[in-house]
């Protein structure tokens, strides 16, 4: 009996890098997993397209819907021709995140209507904040309706798994909490963890507080600091920051590459901007599968209040305060015991709870 059709629906730079050893699986969702399984796999990536009539016509569309709303609509870059010949032949689709999800929406309802299976993950689809009642509206409209195409619907934040049952009652079945899992065989560390007064920060999605970020590496000038992000200019920072002003997307710096920065640092730090998201969670898992203790703001979606414990194998920081973090983070570089025992904790915590094939097996309990 030959197995389902499978299409994955990424962001872009995925397909260069799925065969490459130089970056982990994290942000490939079991891609790798269910080829070696045997399973026919394609891949659609969210790109920009050539300019035409049609596409321009796409562009304003997205622009109304994400005026009146809070959903990330980029219909103009996934619909063509060349993705529905493979839409048309998929039996079950597996979307990584909700942006994909709503940019695909017209396709969705296709494959909803010819009976096939759809696997949404989400993060960050929830929204607590709206502009006005209109914007509040279509974006509960246009989330319901994309709850109401998929088949299963896989929340990486506790939290917003709650909240999106306590919304949508009546599709409450197809949704299920698994937190993000990482490759914790390739986040592992070759030398021993040492305190050396370095910290570290790494991101580029919206929900980091970057101004915080900026405040607490110009005022610890004592302190040796890394950025890895294109949010932060390097003309406002002092001597004393190494700034890497790139992403993960760009391919200027690989996982690999990232492995060495994180065994320089002696703590991971990300001050987060409140939201239902689990903003920070891959770079925190990362770094604590490394044994780097990670300090990370308190939020809406912190995705783990019962495994991860303050000040056992991680810190949690309730304040946005500059003068509070640079308090908090000097402290604990100060405190040697403290530094060791929370890196040590923190490494059996991810292999335990947040080790990939947690992910893959849910994932091919879904499909099988």
Not at 33 to 48: A, H, P, Q, R, V
Not at 194 to 200: A, E, G, S, V
Request: glycine share 4%; hydrophobic share 35%.
């Amino acid at each position: 009996m030959s197995k389902s059709k499978i299409t994955y629906l990424f962001l872009d730079e995925r397909k260069e890098r799925v065969a490459n050893d130089d970056y982990a699986d994290d942000f490939f969702y079991g891609y790798k997993y269910l080829l070696k399984k045997g399973y026919d796999l394609s891949i659609i990536e969210m790109k920009n397209s050539n300019e035409s009539n049609f596409k321009n016509l796409l562009k304003f569309i997205d622009r109304c819907l994400r005026k009146i709303s809070h959903c990330s609509f980029f219909i103009s870059e996934m619909i063509s021709k060349e993705n529905f010949k493979i839409f048309k032949q998929t039996d079950i689709l597996v979307v990584t995140n909700d942006r994909l999800g709503y940019s695909s929406l017209p396709f969705l309802i296709f494959l909803r209507f010819k009976k096939k299976k759809i696997i949404m993950f989400v993060m960050g689809m929830v929204k607590l904040e709206y502009k006005n009642f209109i914007t509040k509206y279509f974006t509960n409209l246009f989330m319901k309706s994309l709850i109401y195409t998929c088949n299963n619907l896989i929340f990486l934040s506790e939290s917003e798994y709650g909240e999106a049952k306590s919304r949508c009652p009546n599709q409450k079945s197809k949704m299920q909490y698994i937190p993000f899992c990482i490759d914790t065989s390739f986040w592992s560390r070759e030398n021993e963890y040492i305190n050396n007064n370095k910290i570290l920060f790494i991101g580029n999605d919206g929900n980091r507080n970057y101004g915080l970020v900026e405040k607490i590496v110009n005022n610890l000038k004592d302190t040796s600091s890394t950025l890895v992000t294109r949010r932060i200019p390097e003309s406002g920072l002092n001597k004393n920051v190494k700034l890497f002003r790139t992403s993960w997307k760009s391919n200027h710096i690989s996982d690999k590459d990232l492995k060495k920065i994180y065994e320089e640092a002696s703590l991971v730090f990300i001050p987060l901007n409140d939201s239902l998201q689990p903003s920070g969670q891959s770079v925190a898992l990362q770094a604590m599968s490394m044994g780097v203790p990670v300090m990370i703001s308190d939020t809406a979606g912190f995705w783990d209040r019962n495994n991860l414990i303050d000040k056992e194998n991680i810190l949690i920081v309730q304040s946005e305060n500059v003068d509070d973090w640079c308090h908090k983070i000097q402290e604990i570089l100060d405190n040697d015991t403290l530094l060791k025992n929370i890196s040590e904790k923190a490494v059996p915590t991810v292999q335990k709870y947040y080790d990939k094939n947690n992910l893959f097996k849910k994932l091919g309990e879904l499909i099988d």
